[in-house]
């Protein structure tokens, strides 16, 4: 599945293969739930996609291949050159599965970096670098739903521990080996 690799201008495009039932469903949830002109059958939302969108998408996925392979570059240059860096951690690819590499996420172990998270995105942020810290603060933590069980701390130990460490790195086509090297630099120093 290409995920986030091109833009419908707002909103997404879903493509299933051979799942009916899932598309079934989704056909319902961005219709309101409709079924037929009268008959309702589930929870649903109005998410079609217009026309506008739908040819903008389809322009975009010509491309899709040509800007995964060149996002591929970004996330193979990060992985060369971040190996080394004590307290950094990021995933390798999986043999057999084609990544869109949408994101590139790093976890920072601020006990071997020398540096939290949230000082890094900062240190970056100053030097006009813009990483995301992704799934923080985690859903759990808002208010409307802190309150239930599923929530609770003890119940999402390990997510809790990574939102205060992910940090999602740049990574698009056009990112050169020049903005690379200074995004490295900076992560290394």
């Known amino acids: 599945m290409v995920q ?11 493509v299933c293969q051979t799942m009916r039932k899932l598309k079934k469903r989704i056909d319902y949830l961005k219709n309101f739930g409709f079924a037929g002109e009268s008959t309702v ?18 322009l975009q996925l010509k491309y899709a291949d040509q800007v995964r392979l060149k996002r591929k570059e970004v996330a193979d240059y990060y ?8 307290g950094i951690r990021f995933l390798e690819d999986i043999e057999g599965v084609t990544h869109s590499y949408s994101y590139f996420p790093i976890l920072i172990d601020s006990e071997y970096y020398g540096m939290t998270r949230d000082e890094l995105y900062q240190k970056l942020k100053d030097n ?47 990112l050169n080996k020049t903005a690379l090297s200074e995004i490295i630099k900076i992560i290394i120093n």
């Open 4 to 14: 986030k690799l091109f833009t419908t201008f707002e909103g997404g495009a879903i």
């Open 41 to 58: 059958v589930a929870p649903g939302i109005n998410a079609k996609m217009n026309e506008f969108q739908a040819a903008l998408g389809l």
């Open 79 to 86: 992985r060369i050159h971040l190996k080394d860096v004590k």
């Open 128 to 174: 006009n670098i813009f990483t995301r810290r992704y799934f923080y603060p985690l859903i759990s933590n808002f208010s409307s739903y802190s309150s239930l069980p599923s929530a609770s701390f003890e119940n999402l130990p390990l997510a809790n521990k990574i939102s205060e460490k992910i940090l999602c790195l740049p990574i698009y086509p056009e």
